[in-house]
Structure formats: structure tokens, C-alpha cells
């Protein structure tokens, strides 16, 4: 599929399909309705299509047209008209472009701040529409994708944002993959395989440390997570350095549990496990803006992180209530192992702060406290600095993805304490995202940084938006506006 923009308006634009949205209460479209010899105002009426958003008509126009098929979108109320709402109308106009086996499209929505921005969110939202997972299916899709050619109309110069558009979509694209594959197909050694895939692809430097060299730093508390499975431990480390003087350097620090089983502490009825190939979400993203930064190539140094393991049982597993050594001599009471993912990030950061990066963040599937505190489609936000904070929350913005800014209350640190170690891994019920947050601190020591709960949008049981539903990608995207903002 070829996405070009064009200067043509949908006026004199010649193709099989127009796709055109329509604001609420503006649904007269004289010139075009003439054109196509009154088509749109009988097929409106027919329908009583109104342009309210989530509304669409599909119609066939006659032979002698200079265009084959119309297809109409809602975009609501014009005051309300955003990029959000641009990229959602896109990803519609590209699911039904596909039910109605369109080949050569014409997309035509109001603009929105600049030619870039509009011709970015628009192709954004078709590729991410139409992006389907069959990989672990045996027969092949029933209806395929007939889609050739897309022409976002009335753009005079979108410059490189279709290409950054596709880098984006890509780099979401292979988070989404990684995160819907099971843990029988993405484990440490796969992951460390797709960092290698990626390393070759975009050039970028590639350390991948052994349980060995883990052990050697005294990374105790990641190799107390991985100590009950079968498979090796991977620590992942992938750069990627622009050509000139980086203007900043930064690091990624992505959850890497390919499957929690919650260990010891087992998870038991109800508690989700089967979904739990997810927990390398954060792991996903992180190797997704990996790729679109590969592409993209901006002046930032970035280092991708991910301390990847499985969270299993068996006889060499952590028992309930071992105490572990980080890598920074910090020593922790583990009162629940299925408090992994926080074991693994606390060697992830203080390995990400010997780099003498300008600014951490670190994106987990954490807690379900956090899904519990802001639902499934957005994640939380907690930082030690406000700078960087609303640097992260304006990427966000230009994204499309939501989080919400969470406070680090120090005082509920006491409800980490240990009588023998220096924490425990897990405080009481209530706060249970901003403890998880607090046991994070303890290891970052003066960089700027950035926690992400992203265990709610990770995943998405229905079809809205750019996310099919299932896996979202979230938030590689943020990610690549932040590094290159
Ligand atoms: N991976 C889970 C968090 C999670 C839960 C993500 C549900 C997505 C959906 C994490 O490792 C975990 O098990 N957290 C525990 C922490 C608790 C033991 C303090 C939780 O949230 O229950
Ligand atoms: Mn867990
Ligand atoms: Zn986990």
C-alpha cells in the first residue's frame, strides 16, 4: 500500500473511491453532490446520515462518474474537530475502504494545524486500522487487502511526515506483535533476537548481557526473578547514535516479564494469568520506538533497556520472603513474588543511570492497582521532574495516547519498610501503584526520571480508534515524540 499526498481537491480529484467526512450539520456538500450528479444528498437522506462521529454511508456512484465509490464519514461537531478525531476518522475510512474491497483511495478530511500534521495523522490512522495479526492463524485472512494506492487530498507540502507516519505506524506495528504474541513464541531469547533483527536493520549498537555478566554486576534482584525458568535470562541494551554531537541522550527502560506466572505467590482464580504474555509490554513498546527512531535517525542518543525474563515456579524459585541484592548494594525483603516486575526494573535503572543519560523513563505493565486507579486506556504518570514530566505529557498529546500525572507520596514509603532488609517489595493494598512507584525511586538516584504504568492500555477488548482490539502498541509512539521533541 502506497500512502502519497496531493494538492487536488476532492472537487476535481479523479480515482475509484473518495472517502470524505462530513461535520455534524454540514452535510449539504453542494459542489461535490453536483459532480457526482446528485448521489450524495439521495444516499444522506436515504441513510439519514447527519455526520454525527462514528456514523458512515458506503455508496456506489454511476459509470459515467469520474469516481466509482463514495464513502462518507461523520466527524461530529466542527468546534470539536482534533487530531485524535482526524486519526479515528482515518482508521475508519481505511476498515471500510477494506470491507468494500477498495483499491485506489482519495481521503479528504478538514485540516487541522498543518499540511504535516494532517497528512501524519491521517496515515497513521490507516495503517494502524488496518494493521491484522494473523501470524498464529493457519488459514489466511477471507477477506485479503485489496488497498493500493491512498491519496490524502489538499495537502500542498507534507514534507517527510508520511514517511515519519509510516516509521511511527511500524514501530507501534511491531509493539503490537510482541505484545499478542504468546509466551511460547516471544520469550527472552526472542526478544533479544528482535533487538538483534533490529540492531542489524537500523544500525544501532546491540549488548545483550548474559546471566553471568548480570551476576557479575550484582544485578541480584533481576536474577531473583529469573532464577525459576528454564529459559536464560536477557539483558538487553540497544543504542542508537545519530552521526553528529547528540544534542541529548536519553534511556528507555521497558517491563520485559514474558510471562508472570506471579511465581510462588502464584496466580490463582480470576487473577488473569492467561492474559500475562502481556507483561512485556513495556519491553514491546520500548523496541517499537526502537524501530521508528532506527528510521527516523534524530540527534538524541537513545538507549533501549529491557531486563527480559520469564516470572515462573519451581524448585529453584525465590521462596516467599528471600532477601535479594540490587545492583546498587540495595537489599529487599521479597514478601510477594509476583512483585517482579519492580525486582527487574530496579537493576534496569541503576544500569540506565551508569550511562549518564539526561533523562530516564521506565514503561511497566506494573500494577493492577493502576488499572484499578485510571481504567484501560490510560496509563499513569509519576516523575521527579516537572520539566521532563510535561515534556512527556506534550509527546503524549501529539500521540493520541492519555496518561495522568500520579503523585510520589513519600509517606507511603513506610509501608514498604522491612525488619531485616532494607524494603520489601510490596507495601499494603491501598496505593498500590504509587508504592510500586516509591520502590522504583529507591533506585534512581539523580536523574531526571519518568515512571509509566501502562498495564491498562497495553491491551484493548475492542475495536476503537487506531487500536484493533488486542494488542495496542501503546505507547511506542509517546515514546518516539518525546525523544524527538
Ligand atoms: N504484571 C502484573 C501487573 C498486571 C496485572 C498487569 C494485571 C496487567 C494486568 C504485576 O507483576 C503484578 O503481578 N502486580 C501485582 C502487585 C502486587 C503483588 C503488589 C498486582 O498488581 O496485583
Ligand atoms: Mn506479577
Ligand atoms: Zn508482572
Not at 128 to 146: I, V
Not at 353 to 379: R, S, Y
Request: charged letters at 20%; aromatic letters at 6%.
Amino acid at each position: 500500500m502506497q500512502i502519497t499526498a496531493v494538492s487536488t481537491s476532492e472537487l476535481k480529484w479523479e480515482g475509484e473511491t473518495l472517502a470524505l467526512g462530513v461535520f455534524e450539520g454540514d452535510t449539504e456538500c453542494a459542489d461535490l453532490d453536483k459532480r457526482l450528479g446528485g448521489v450524495l444528498a439521495e444516499v444522506m437522506a436515504e441513510a439519514e446520515f447527519e455526520g454525527k462521529s462514528g456514523s458512515s454511508v458506503v455508496t456506489r456512484v454511476g459509470s459515467s462518474s469520474p469516481i466509482r465509490k463514495v464513502i462518507l464519514v461523520g466527524l461530529g461537531k466542527a468546534e470539536d474537530w482534533q487530531l485524535e478525531g482526524m486519526r479515528s476518522a482515518a482508521a475508519s475510512i481505511a476498515r471500510l475502504a477494506k470491507q468494500n474491497y477498495v483499491k485506489g483511495l482519495g481521503v479528504c478530511l478538514p485540516p487541522l494545524e498543518s499540511d504535516n500534521a494532517t497528512a501524519s495523522a491521517i496515515a497513521q490512522g490507516i495503517i494502524l486500522a488496518l494493521h491484522s495479526d494473523r501470524r498464529f492463524k493457519s488459514e489466511p485472512e477471507e477477506q485479503k487487502l485489496k488497498l493500493e494506492t491512498v491519496e490524502i487530498l489538499g495537502i500542498n507540502d507534507a514534507g517527510d511526515a508520511i514517511a515519519q507516519a509510516e516509521a511511527l505506524s511500524s514501530g507501534t506495528i511491531l509493539a503490537r506483535e510482541l505484545v499478542a504474541a504468546p509466551a511460547n513464541s516471544v520469550t527472552p531469547i526472542t526478544l533479544a533476537e528482535t533487538a538483534q533483527q533490529l540492531a542489524a536493520d537500523y544500525g544501532l549498537e546491540l549488548e545483550i548481557l548474559e546471566k553471568a555478566e548480570c551476576e557479575k554486576l550484582g544485578m541480584g534482584a533481576y536474577l531473583g526473578v529469573a532464577q525459576a525458568s528454564d529459559l536464560p535470562p536477557k539483558f538487553i541494551h540497544l543504542t542508537y547514535k545519530p552521526q553528529s554531537t547528540p544534542r541529548r541522550k536519553l534511556a528507555i527502560v521497558g517491563k520485559g516479564l514474558t510471562f508472570d506466572s506471579g511465581g510462588l505467590n502464584l496466580k490463582t482464580g480470576g487473577s488473569g494469568i492467561e492474559t500475562m504474555k502481556m507483561d512485556m509490554g513495556g519491553a514491546g513498546a520500548t523496541l517499537g520506538a526502537a524501530k521508528a527512531i532506527g528510521q527516523i535517525k534524530p540527534d538524541v542518543e537513545v538507549h533501549f533497556i529491557v531486563a527480559a525474563t520469564e516470572n515462573m515456579i519451581s524448585g529453584h524459585a525465590m521462596h516467599p520472603g528471600d532477601i535479594l541484592t540490587a545492583s546498587n548494594g540495595k537489599t529487599i525483603e521479597v514478601n510477594n513474588t509476583d512483585a517482579e516486575g519492580r525486582l527487574t526494573l530496579a537493576d534496569a535503572l541503576v544500569f540506565a543511570e551508569k550511562l549518564e543519560v539526561d533523562a530516564i523513563v521506565d514503561l511497566a505493565t506494573l500494577t493492577g492497582a493502576c488499572m484499578v486507579a485510571l481504567g484501560n486506556n490510560i496509563a499513569g504518570l509519576w516523575s521527579t521532574d516537572d520539566t521532563l514530566a510535561d515534556e512527556l505529557k506534550k509527546a503524549a498529546e501529539a500521540a493520541g495516547e492519555k496518561f495522568w500525572q500520579m503523585p510520589i507520596e513519600e509517606k507511603y514509603f513506610e509501608g514498604m519498610k522491612s525488619q531485616y532488609a532494607d524494603m520489601k517489595n510490596t507495601g499494603p493494598r491501598a496505593g498500590g501503584s504509587i508504592t510500586a512507584t516509591l520502590f522504583l525511586k529507591q533506585f534512581v538516584e539523580k536523574t531526571p526520571w519518568i515512571h509509566l504504568d501502562i498495564a491498562g492500555p497495553v491491551w484493548a477488548d475492542d475495536t476503537s480508534g487506531v487500536n484493533n482490539s488486542g494488542a495496542t502498541g501503546f505507547p511506542a509512539r509517546t515514546l518516539v515524540h518525546w525523544v524527538l521533541s
